[in-house]
Protein backbone atom coordinates (compact mmCIF):
# COMPACT_ATOMS: atom_id res chain seq x y z
CA UNK A 1 0.00 0.00 0.00
CA UNK A 2 2.48 1.95 0.84
CA UNK A 3 4.52 1.62 -2.02
CA UNK A 4 1.89 2.12 -4.38
CA UNK A 5 1.34 5.14 -2.74
CA UNK A 6 4.56 6.13 -3.32
CA UNK A 7 4.89 6.10 -6.98
CA UNK A 8 2.05 8.52 -7.09
CA UNK A 9 3.65 10.89 -5.23
CA UNK A 10 6.09 13.09 -7.30
CA UNK A 11 9.46 14.66 -5.62
CA UNK A 12 8.85 17.40 -4.42
CA UNK A 13 10.92 19.70 -6.84
CA UNK A 14 9.10 18.34 -9.73
CA UNK A 15 5.65 18.62 -8.34
CA UNK A 16 6.43 22.41 -7.49
CA UNK A 17 8.11 23.04 -11.20
CA UNK A 18 5.05 21.76 -12.88
CA UNK A 19 3.16 24.27 -10.70
CA UNK A 20 4.95 27.00 -11.99
CA UNK A 21 4.95 26.20 -15.71
CA UNK A 22 1.41 25.84 -15.75
CA UNK A 23 -0.03 28.39 -18.54
CA UNK A 24 -1.84 31.09 -16.71
CA UNK A 25 -5.20 30.69 -17.67
CA UNK A 26 -6.49 34.71 -17.59
CA UNK A 27 -10.14 34.98 -16.13
CA UNK A 28 -12.28 37.63 -18.03
CA UNK A 29 -12.76 40.19 -15.63
CA UNK A 30 -16.18 42.80 -16.67
CA UNK A 31 -16.94 46.20 -15.33
CA UNK A 32 -20.40 47.94 -14.64
CA UNK A 33 -21.46 49.35 -17.75
CA UNK A 34 -19.81 46.45 -20.08
CA UNK A 35 -22.43 45.24 -22.19
CA UNK A 36 -21.87 41.46 -22.18
CA UNK A 37 -23.52 38.37 -23.84
CA UNK A 38 -22.31 35.79 -21.91
CA UNK A 39 -23.97 36.70 -18.08
CA UNK A 40 -24.26 33.52 -15.50
CA UNK A 41 -27.60 33.13 -14.42
CA UNK A 42 -26.34 33.29 -10.61
CA UNK A 43 -24.53 36.29 -11.54
CA UNK A 44 -27.88 37.89 -12.67
CA UNK A 45 -30.03 35.82 -9.55
CA UNK A 46 -26.41 37.57 -7.10
CA UNK A 47 -27.96 41.46 -8.27
CA UNK A 48 -31.29 40.86 -7.89
CA UNK A 49 -30.64 39.43 -4.20
CA UNK A 50 -28.75 42.00 -3.20
CA UNK A 51 -30.04 44.82 -0.98
CA UNK A 52 -32.35 46.94 -3.00
CA UNK A 53 -31.05 49.97 -1.95
CA UNK A 54 -27.53 48.90 -3.20
CA UNK A 55 -29.02 47.69 -6.52
CA UNK A 56 -30.45 50.61 -7.73
CA UNK A 57 -27.34 53.07 -6.43
CA UNK A 58 -25.48 50.46 -8.87
CA UNK A 59 -27.86 50.70 -11.75
CA UNK A 60 -27.86 54.45 -11.70
CA UNK A 61 -24.10 54.73 -12.30
CA UNK A 62 -25.03 51.87 -15.32
CA UNK A 63 -27.57 54.29 -16.40
CA UNK A 64 -25.59 57.46 -16.37
CA UNK A 65 -22.62 55.47 -18.62
CA UNK A 66 -24.53 55.04 -21.41
CA UNK A 67 -27.99 57.00 -21.04
CA UNK A 68 -29.22 60.74 -20.21
CA UNK A 69 -30.05 60.31 -17.19
CA UNK A 70 -32.56 63.45 -17.75
CA UNK A 71 -34.37 62.11 -20.42
CA UNK A 72 -37.12 59.65 -20.52
CA UNK A 73 -38.41 58.58 -23.97
CA UNK A 74 -42.06 59.01 -24.21
CA UNK A 75 -44.33 56.18 -26.62
CA UNK A 76 -47.84 55.83 -27.58
CA UNK A 77 -49.60 52.82 -28.26
CA UNK A 78 -52.69 51.43 -29.87
CA UNK A 79 -54.50 48.43 -30.91
CA UNK A 80 -55.21 48.98 -34.77
CA UNK A 81 -56.89 45.65 -34.21
CA UNK A 82 -58.55 44.02 -31.04
CA UNK A 83 -59.93 40.87 -29.81
CA UNK A 84 -60.19 37.73 -31.04
CA UNK A 85 -57.08 36.21 -30.65
CA UNK A 86 -56.29 32.56 -30.86
CA UNK A 87 -53.53 32.32 -28.85
CA UNK A 88 -54.22 31.81 -25.05
CA UNK A 89 -52.33 34.14 -23.09
CA UNK A 90 -53.58 33.82 -19.65
CA UNK A 91 -53.66 37.62 -18.92
CA UNK A 92 -54.48 38.63 -22.22
CA UNK A 93 -58.57 40.30 -22.24
CA UNK A 94 -57.93 39.97 -26.50
CA UNK A 95 -57.88 36.06 -26.14
CA UNK A 96 -60.42 34.64 -28.07
CA UNK A 97 -60.12 31.59 -24.89
CA UNK A 98 -61.65 33.57 -22.02
CA UNK A 99 -64.88 35.43 -22.20
CA UNK A 100 -63.69 38.84 -21.09
CA UNK A 101 -65.60 42.31 -22.36
CA UNK A 102 -63.32 42.53 -24.77
CA UNK A 103 -65.32 43.08 -28.34
CA UNK A 104 -63.25 41.59 -31.76
CA UNK A 105 -62.80 43.97 -34.03
CA UNK A 106 -61.31 44.38 -37.85
CA UNK A 107 -58.04 46.01 -38.15
CA UNK A 108 -58.75 49.53 -38.01
CA UNK A 109 -58.52 51.95 -41.31
CA UNK A 110 -55.32 54.06 -41.76
CA UNK A 111 -56.16 57.46 -41.70
CA UNK A 112 -57.62 57.15 -37.30
CA UNK A 113 -54.34 55.63 -37.35
CA UNK A 114 -52.25 58.63 -38.42
CA UNK A 115 -54.95 61.12 -36.40
CA UNK A 116 -53.66 59.13 -33.59
CA UNK A 117 -50.06 59.33 -34.16
CA UNK A 118 -50.63 63.45 -34.85
CA UNK A 119 -52.12 63.67 -31.75
CA UNK A 120 -49.50 61.47 -29.99
CA UNK A 121 -46.44 63.61 -31.81
CA UNK A 122 -48.34 66.68 -30.88
CA UNK A 123 -47.80 65.65 -27.55
CA UNK A 124 -44.59 64.76 -27.21
CA UNK A 125 -44.63 61.24 -27.71
CA UNK A 126 -42.00 60.24 -30.02
CA UNK A 127 -42.69 56.78 -30.58
CA UNK A 128 -45.50 55.54 -31.76
CA UNK A 129 -46.43 51.74 -31.70
CA UNK A 130 -49.42 49.53 -33.30
CA UNK A 131 -50.33 46.39 -31.73
CA UNK A 132 -52.52 43.83 -33.58
CA UNK A 133 -54.13 40.73 -31.53
CA UNK A 134 -53.74 37.55 -33.45
CA UNK A 135 -50.76 34.71 -33.65
CA UNK A 136 -49.38 35.82 -36.87
CA UNK A 137 -49.66 37.60 -40.25
CA UNK A 138 -51.02 34.16 -42.17
CA UNK A 139 -53.58 34.61 -44.58
CA UNK A 140 -53.59 38.83 -43.84
CA UNK A 141 -52.23 39.68 -47.42
CA UNK A 142 -54.20 42.82 -47.34
CA UNK A 143 -53.94 43.44 -43.53
CA UNK A 144 -50.82 43.36 -44.26
CA UNK A 145 -50.30 45.70 -46.79
CA UNK A 146 -52.44 48.64 -44.84
CA UNK A 147 -49.92 48.13 -42.16
CA UNK A 148 -46.90 48.44 -44.54
CA UNK A 149 -48.99 51.80 -45.13
CA UNK A 150 -49.56 53.11 -41.47
CA UNK A 151 -45.41 52.34 -41.33
CA UNK A 152 -44.64 54.49 -43.67
CA UNK A 153 -46.73 57.06 -42.80
CA UNK A 154 -46.05 57.60 -39.25
CA UNK A 155 -41.97 57.35 -40.05
CA UNK A 156 -42.83 59.81 -42.35
CA UNK A 157 -43.80 62.42 -39.22
CA UNK A 158 -40.53 61.99 -38.11
CA UNK A 159 -41.74 59.19 -35.39
CA UNK A 160 -39.86 56.23 -34.55
CA UNK A 161 -42.18 53.16 -35.58
CA UNK A 162 -43.04 50.25 -33.53
CA UNK A 163 -45.13 46.95 -34.46
CA UNK A 164 -46.14 44.46 -32.65
CA UNK A 165 -48.18 41.81 -34.72
CA UNK A 166 -47.23 38.59 -33.64
CA UNK A 167 -44.68 36.08 -35.47
CA UNK A 168 -43.21 37.05 -38.58
CA UNK A 169 -41.07 35.18 -40.93
CA UNK A 170 -37.93 36.74 -42.06
CA UNK A 171 -39.52 38.00 -45.56
CA UNK A 172 -42.45 39.69 -43.62
CA UNK A 173 -39.50 41.66 -41.35
CA UNK A 174 -37.62 42.37 -44.14
CA UNK A 175 -41.10 44.29 -46.04
CA UNK A 176 -41.23 46.20 -42.39
CA UNK A 177 -37.88 47.45 -42.79
CA UNK A 178 -38.54 48.48 -46.03
CA UNK A 179 -41.18 50.74 -45.02
CA UNK A 180 -39.34 52.11 -42.53
CA UNK A 181 -40.34 50.15 -39.07
CA UNK A 182 -37.57 51.56 -36.51
CA UNK A 183 -38.56 48.66 -33.93
CA UNK A 184 -40.66 45.05 -33.34
CA UNK A 185 -41.73 44.19 -29.94
CA UNK A 186 -41.96 40.40 -29.07
CA UNK A 187 -41.98 39.90 -25.02
CA UNK A 188 -40.49 36.99 -23.99
CA UNK A 189 -43.21 37.36 -21.24
CA UNK A 190 -41.22 35.36 -18.52
CA UNK A 191 -38.57 32.87 -18.41
CA UNK A 192 -38.11 29.98 -20.25
CA UNK A 193 -39.41 27.45 -17.57
CA UNK A 194 -42.48 29.27 -16.04
CA UNK A 195 -43.86 30.13 -19.79
CA UNK A 196 -45.49 27.27 -20.32
CA UNK A 197 -48.09 28.17 -17.38
CA UNK A 198 -48.79 31.11 -19.01
CA UNK A 199 -49.20 30.29 -22.90
CA UNK A 200 -49.56 27.42 -24.45
CA UNK A 201 -50.33 27.91 -27.86
CA UNK A 202 -46.47 28.37 -28.68
CA UNK A 203 -43.30 28.20 -27.51
CA UNK A 204 -40.55 29.93 -26.29
CA UNK A 205 -38.28 29.04 -29.21
CA UNK A 206 -40.75 29.91 -31.87
CA UNK A 207 -40.63 33.95 -29.69
CA UNK A 208 -36.76 33.90 -30.30
CA UNK A 209 -37.22 32.78 -34.04
CA UNK A 210 -39.34 36.02 -34.41
CA UNK A 211 -37.05 38.09 -32.45
CA UNK A 212 -33.72 36.66 -34.57
CA UNK A 213 -36.03 37.23 -38.18
CA UNK A 214 -36.55 40.70 -36.68
CA UNK A 215 -32.83 41.38 -35.65
CA UNK A 216 -31.57 39.81 -39.10
CA UNK A 217 -34.02 42.47 -41.08
CA UNK A 218 -32.16 45.27 -39.45
CA UNK A 219 -34.81 46.02 -37.40
CA UNK A 220 -34.72 47.02 -33.49
CA UNK A 221 -36.02 44.92 -31.21
CA UNK A 222 -38.00 45.55 -28.16
CA UNK A 223 -38.53 42.37 -25.85
CA UNK A 224 -39.47 42.47 -22.09
CA UNK A 225 -42.04 40.75 -19.56
CA UNK A 226 -44.95 40.82 -17.17
CA UNK A 227 -44.38 40.76 -13.21
CA UNK A 228 -47.32 39.19 -11.41
CA UNK A 229 -48.11 36.36 -13.60
CA UNK A 230 -47.33 34.23 -10.55
CA UNK A 231 -43.86 33.68 -11.21
CA UNK A 232 -41.53 33.54 -8.87
CA UNK A 233 -38.09 35.91 -8.30
CA UNK A 234 -36.05 33.10 -10.49
CA UNK A 235 -38.32 33.49 -13.13
CA UNK A 236 -37.79 37.41 -13.62
CA UNK A 237 -33.77 36.47 -13.54
CA UNK A 238 -34.55 33.73 -16.25
CA UNK A 239 -35.81 36.14 -17.94
CA UNK A 240 -33.29 39.03 -17.55
CA UNK A 241 -30.91 36.08 -17.95
CA UNK A 242 -32.52 35.32 -21.77
CA UNK A 243 -32.15 38.68 -23.44
CA UNK A 244 -29.04 39.27 -22.11
CA UNK A 245 -27.61 36.36 -23.97
CA UNK A 246 -29.66 36.95 -27.24
CA UNK A 247 -27.17 37.47 -30.23
CA UNK A 248 -27.40 41.46 -29.26
CA UNK A 249 -29.34 42.96 -26.42
CA UNK A 250 -32.61 43.93 -27.14
CA UNK A 251 -32.77 47.55 -27.86
CA UNK A 252 -35.45 48.28 -25.58
CA UNK A 253 -37.17 46.00 -22.58
CA UNK A 254 -40.62 46.90 -21.33
CA UNK A 255 -41.50 46.04 -17.80
CA UNK A 256 -45.29 45.17 -17.97
CA UNK A 257 -47.28 44.42 -14.17
CA UNK A 258 -50.11 42.82 -14.72
CA UNK A 259 -53.45 44.33 -14.72
CA UNK A 260 -55.69 41.49 -14.03
CA UNK A 261 -58.77 41.66 -16.13
CA UNK A 262 -62.02 39.84 -15.27
CA UNK A 263 -62.37 36.54 -17.19
CA UNK A 264 -59.27 35.96 -17.76
CA UNK A 265 -57.25 32.92 -15.99
CA UNK A 266 -55.31 34.95 -13.71
CA UNK A 267 -57.96 38.05 -12.96
CA UNK A 268 -57.41 36.80 -8.85
CA UNK A 269 -53.43 37.52 -9.19
CA UNK A 270 -52.40 39.97 -6.62
CA UNK A 271 -50.83 42.56 -7.95
CA UNK A 272 -46.80 42.83 -7.95
CA UNK A 273 -45.38 44.97 -5.13
CA UNK A 274 -43.10 47.91 -5.88
CA UNK A 275 -40.22 46.19 -4.77
CA UNK A 276 -40.55 43.77 -7.43
CA UNK A 277 -40.52 45.82 -9.80
CA UNK A 278 -37.67 47.99 -8.77
CA UNK A 279 -35.59 45.44 -8.25
CA UNK A 280 -36.36 44.00 -12.01
CA UNK A 281 -35.54 47.27 -13.26
CA UNK A 282 -32.47 48.26 -11.84
CA UNK A 283 -31.15 44.54 -12.47
CA UNK A 284 -32.57 44.80 -16.24
CA UNK A 285 -30.39 48.02 -16.03
CA UNK A 286 -27.07 46.50 -14.93
CA UNK A 287 -27.47 43.50 -17.02
CA UNK A 288 -28.65 45.72 -20.01
CA UNK A 289 -26.75 48.63 -19.87
CA UNK A 290 -27.15 50.17 -23.37
CA UNK A 291 -30.93 48.64 -23.72
CA UNK A 292 -33.47 51.35 -23.03
CA UNK A 293 -35.93 49.96 -19.66
CA UNK A 294 -39.59 50.88 -20.58
CA UNK A 295 -41.84 51.14 -17.72
CA UNK A 296 -45.19 49.96 -19.54
CA UNK A 297 -48.98 48.25 -18.39
CA UNK A 298 -49.51 48.83 -15.12
CA UNK A 299 -48.06 51.62 -14.20
CA UNK A 300 -50.53 54.39 -13.55
CA UNK A 301 -51.07 51.88 -10.39
CA UNK A 302 -47.71 53.16 -8.87
CA UNK A 303 -47.29 56.46 -7.28
CA UNK A 304 -45.26 59.50 -8.39
CA UNK A 305 -42.15 58.76 -6.09
CA UNK A 306 -42.56 55.18 -6.56
CA UNK A 307 -42.06 55.81 -10.56
CA UNK A 308 -39.16 58.39 -9.94
CA UNK A 309 -37.39 55.25 -7.99
CA UNK A 310 -38.14 53.61 -11.36
CA UNK A 311 -36.30 56.56 -13.13
CA UNK A 312 -33.48 56.00 -10.20
CA UNK A 313 -33.00 52.92 -11.08
CA UNK A 314 -32.71 53.27 -14.91
CA UNK A 315 -35.99 53.08 -16.61
CA UNK A 316 -35.86 55.72 -19.05
CA UNK A 317 -38.77 55.38 -21.24
CA UNK A 318 -42.92 55.30 -19.97
CA UNK A 319 -46.17 54.64 -22.53
CA UNK A 320 -48.24 57.26 -22.17
CA UNK A 321 -51.63 58.59 -23.75
CA UNK A 322 -55.17 57.57 -23.48
CA UNK A 323 -54.92 53.78 -23.07
CA UNK A 324 -52.68 51.40 -23.32
CA UNK A 325 -53.81 48.40 -25.57
CA UNK A 326 -57.01 47.40 -23.41
CA UNK A 327 -55.52 48.79 -19.81
CA UNK A 328 -55.76 52.29 -18.28
CA UNK A 329 -52.72 54.41 -18.85
CA UNK A 330 -51.70 57.65 -17.34
CA UNK A 331 -52.00 60.68 -19.57
CA UNK A 332 -49.32 63.14 -21.25
CA UNK A 333 -50.18 66.15 -19.36
CA UNK A 334 -49.98 64.02 -16.07
CA UNK A 335 -47.04 62.63 -17.41
CA UNK A 336 -45.21 66.08 -18.30
CA UNK A 337 -46.26 67.21 -15.07
CA UNK A 338 -45.03 64.54 -13.04
CA UNK A 339 -41.85 64.94 -15.38
CA UNK A 340 -41.18 68.10 -14.68
CA UNK A 341 -41.42 68.34 -10.97
CA UNK A 342 -38.15 65.58 -11.19
CA UNK A 343 -36.46 67.68 -13.70
CA UNK A 344 -36.80 64.95 -16.65
CA UNK A 345 -37.78 65.38 -19.92
CA UNK A 346 -38.84 63.86 -23.01
CA UNK A 347 -36.33 62.60 -25.17
CA UNK A 348 -36.01 63.65 -28.84
CA UNK A 349 -37.00 61.15 -31.61
CA UNK A 350 -33.26 58.70 -32.50
CA UNK A 351 -32.01 60.53 -29.99
CA UNK A 352 -29.65 57.97 -28.38
CA UNK A 353 -29.54 56.03 -31.32
CA UNK A 354 -25.36 55.28 -31.84
CA UNK A 355 -22.93 56.16 -34.35
CA UNK A 356 -20.48 52.99 -35.11
CA UNK A 357 -21.64 51.78 -30.97
CA UNK A 358 -21.24 55.18 -29.55
CA UNK A 359 -23.73 57.37 -28.45
CA UNK A 360 -22.30 60.90 -29.21
CA UNK A 361 -24.74 63.15 -26.57
CA UNK A 362 -24.34 60.88 -23.86
CA UNK A 363 -20.52 60.42 -24.39
CA UNK A 364 -19.68 64.27 -24.75
CA UNK A 365 -22.05 64.86 -21.36
CA UNK A 366 -20.06 62.42 -19.55
CA UNK A 367 -16.49 63.94 -20.76
CA UNK A 368 -18.18 67.03 -19.59
CA UNK A 369 -18.55 65.96 -16.14
CA UNK A 370 -15.48 64.21 -15.62
CA UNK A 371 -13.54 67.69 -16.59
CA UNK A 372 -15.70 69.26 -14.06
CA UNK A 373 -14.71 66.84 -11.59
CA UNK A 374 -11.03 67.02 -12.45
CA UNK A 375 -11.34 71.09 -12.27
S1 LIG B 1 -51.10 38.84 -25.68
FE1 LIG B 1 -51.17 39.10 -27.91
S2 LIG B 1 -50.85 37.03 -28.68
FE2 LIG B 1 -51.46 36.79 -26.54
S3 LIG B 1 -53.70 36.52 -26.59
FE3 LIG B 1 -53.29 38.71 -26.30
S4 LIG B 1 -53.31 39.57 -28.34
FE4 LIG B 1 -53.08 37.37 -28.57
Request: proline share 5%; glycine share 8%.
Amino acid sequence: MAARASRNLLPLSRSLATVAEAPVVARPTFRDGDVRTNWRRSEIQKIFDAPLLDTIFRAANVHRMHHDPSRVQLCTLMNIKTGGCTEDCKYCSQSSSYKTSTKASRLVDIEPVLEAARTAKANGSTRFCMGAAWRDLAGKKSGFEKILKMVSEVRGMGMEVCTTLGMLSPDQARRLKEAGLSAYNHNLDTSREFYPEVITTRSYDERISTIEAVRAAGISVCSGGILGLGEQDEDRVGLIHEVSRLTEHPESFPVNTLVPIPGTPLEDNKPVGVHTVLRTVATARIVLPKTIIRLAAGRHTFSETEQAMAFMAGANAIFTGETMLTTPCSGWDEDKSMLGRWGLRGQRSFEDHEVDGHVPEVESAVQAKRQEAVA
